[in-house]
């Protein structure tokens, strides 16, 4: 069972514009959620992160909106440059044990000049 | 800055045979992880690690092993390789399970069986 979801397997943006990626997850016991960028070839990279106990924080261009009661988060890319082009995964673990990441299936995200 | 390597960018290994992937972190990180991504499927986990010794399934353990003697190695045992093993392994490792932190990945192993 799939317990994050990122729906769209891939998006297309014009540079400039804003890049909007979504994410769903279903366990409740999520309190603390990512989005990694990885590059073909390349281990991901870290990038944002959110607590459970915000709605929203945001670091340079990148913004994650976290709606705990849809169970949906977003992140917010603006504005979009060529070089965000890369798969985008988000990622949730809950507290305790290992805090084990558990990824969603990835969205590739491509930013058109 | 947390650095994670694994011992091999790409291998190519025949069926059957026992393979080894290696993974080192300097940071002192308790936790390590060992994940391998396909398309259209994410990240999946395979085992993990909160201690030297200890070890605990993740989500797909089944024809796969591992070893954590020291506290900054990893190791991924694959025990007779198979054609479904052919995949992107990564290497993960985070600081401890007192706080959130984010996990910090290896460059990736290509590997494909033969």
């Known amino acids: ?113 | 800055d947390v650095k994670v390597t694994q011992s091999s960018r790409y291998l190519v290994k025949r069926t059957g045979e026992k393979v080894f992937l290696e993974c080192v972190q300097d940071m002192d990180h308790e936790n390590m992880f060992w994940y391998r991504q396909d398309p259209g499927l994410g990240l999946r986990l395979i085992y993990f690690s909160y201690d030297v010794k200890m070890k605990e399934k993740g989500d797909i353990p089944e024809g796969y092993s591992v070893s954590r003697e020291k506290k900054e190695r990893f190791s991924l045992i694959l025990e007779s390789a198979s054609t479904n093993q052919t995949s992107m392994y990564l290497c993960a490792s985070s600081l401890s399970m007192r706080g959130n932190t984010e996990a910090f990945f290896g460059q990736g192993t290509r590997l494909t069986v033969v």
Request: proline share 5%.
């Open chain 1, 1 to 113: 069972d799939q317990q994050v979801k990122q729906n769209s397997p891939s998006l297309s943006v014009q540079e400039g514009r804003i890049s909007i990626l979504n994410c769903d997850y279903t366990n409740s016991m999520f309190d603390y959620f990512l989005w990694y960028k990885k590059y073909p070839a390349e281990g991901p990279t870290f990038l944002i992160s959110i607590s459970s106990i915000k709605d929203k924080n945001e670091d340079g261009r990148f913004t994650v909106f976290l709606n705990k009661s849809a169970k949906h988060l977003s992140l917010h890319i603006v504005p979009s440059q060529p070089g965000d082009s890369a798969v985008y995964f988000c990622a949730a673990s809950a507290r305790g044990g290992a805090q084990k990441l558990v990824f969603g299936q990835g969205t590739r995200l491509t930013i058109n000049p």
